[in-house]
């Protein structure tokens, strides 16, 4: 007598599995049926390899159970059909016994088991077991996999806002501390020096709110693209970076028609100009270069693609390793200027435009070529 200790437990799981059950006999269906439902609520009834694969490639399936000779298209070369598109899905073969020669043929396109007819209960039983138990560990594999994706991207969004956040608390920062030099010296603080101060903390204030909202919704579908005018976004950022482009006298000068438009999240495209003139800015203090410090911006457009040029003349990335500046986690700055996320999500988000960014030396700096669909 076969005896299954969590037999109740497999049954639970399974009745929430999807089953094609592909068997060009009436009768022996019938019967087939009666077996499968002990297990299975959702089963899908196909009566040869043709409909069967129509089934397949219309609905999800968890286990596909069929019989080998069938009219039309037979069970094997349905099977070998389905492989092409799903490597990993469960498969059984329910046989006669004068068809143990294709068994071979089974092996090599990875079916799960084999059930004889006529099929005996505690075999099938003993069967759907190994194979339910199968798909069962498949399926926490998987969500086990789906968990630490989620959990990486949620490392990765940390990380991006931790960078997002140093250049406004740094700004941030400042206002005490210049107002405080000028107390120390004898400076009378006028209206004028408390408005400006009291501008760069709520415009640094709703960047640092702005960035927790965008990395909320970055790996959410595009709901809230719209068209958006390159120059508008330009002028905000350089305007949110005013402070620090003066500290750093870093100078930019930006080249494009005003009514170039694109359709994306306007938030996702000043994060990539940020990150650029952010990435610029560091390079500046590695290379510790003072004066003639600049970018160009140049915003053009063809047919088919809005181009993105942004040049610098800050020293340019080793040929050895330029192909990796994407990467995550990957800088060439000091530990405590670079965490290498910066160009890494100006490439995500590039590429959820279906864009692509180009990097290539230049005299003294690097260029940054963006291309962006209409």
């Known amino acids: 007598m076969l005896k299954i200790d969590n037999l109740n437990e497999i049954i639970e799981f399974s009745k929430s599995l999807n089953v094609l059950y592909v068997e060009d006999n009436e009768e022996t269906s019938i019967q087939g049926l009666k077996l499968l439902k002990n297990f299975f609520d959702n089963i899908t009834l196909a009566y040869n390899g043709l409909e ?21 298209l037979d069970g094997l070369s349905m099977i070998e059909k389905i492989r092409e598109k799903d490597r990993n899905i ?6 006669a016994h004068d068809e143990t020669l294709h068994f071979t043929q089974a092996i090599k396109l990875g079916v799960n088991g084999f059930l004889l007819k006529p099929i005996q209960y505690e075999l099938f039983i003993e069967t759907m077991v190994k194979v339910i138990t199968s798909i069962q560990v498949t399926k926490a594999l998987k969500d086990i996999e789906e968990k630490n994706k989620k959990l990486s991207v ?8 931790a960078h997002q956040w140093k250049q406004p608390l740094s700004l941030i920062a400042m206002v005490p501390t210049n107002l405080e030099a000028k107390i120390q010296n004898g400076i009378e603080i006028t209206n004028e020096d408390i408005t400006y101060s009291n501008t760069i903390i709520k415009n640094q204030t709703n960047h640092l709110i702005e960035t927790v909202n ?21 002028t905000s950022v350089l305007s949110l970076m005013h402070v620090i482009l003066v500290k750093e006298n870093i100078n930019i000068e930006t080249t494009y028609p005003k009514d170039i438009k ?16 952010n990435n610029t800015k560091d390079a500046f203090l590695g290379i510790k270069r003072k004066q003639n410090k600049n970018i160009n ?24 390793i330029i192909d990796n500046i994407f990467d995550l986690d990957f800088t060439t700055k000091e530990e405590y200027l670079g965490t290498g996320t910066g160009l890494y999500l100006v490439k995500q988000i590039v590429e959820k435009y279906d864009g692509i960014i180009e990097a290539k030396n230049i005299n003294e700096g690097i260029n940054f070529t963006i291309y962006f669909n209409k």
């Open 52 to 72: 069967g694969l129509k089934e397949f490639e219309e609905n999800r399936f968890d286990l596909i159970l069929s019989d080998i000779n069938m009219p039309k």
């Open 90 to 95: 469960s498969c059984l073969i329910v046989s």
């Open 154 to 161: 949620l490392a990765q969004m940390m990380d991006s806002i």
């Open 214 to 234: 965008d990395f909320r919704t970055f790996f959410h579908p595009r709901d809230d693209e719209k068209i958006v005018i390159v120059k508008d976004v330009i």
């Open 262 to 277: 694109i359709n994306m999240i306007p938030s996702e495209l000043k994060h990539i100009f940020i990150n650029l003139i």
């Open 297 to 320: 911006i140049d915003i053009s457009e063809n047919e088919n693609e809005v181009i993105l040029d942004y040049k610098d003349n800050a020293g340019g990335i080793a040929l050895n």
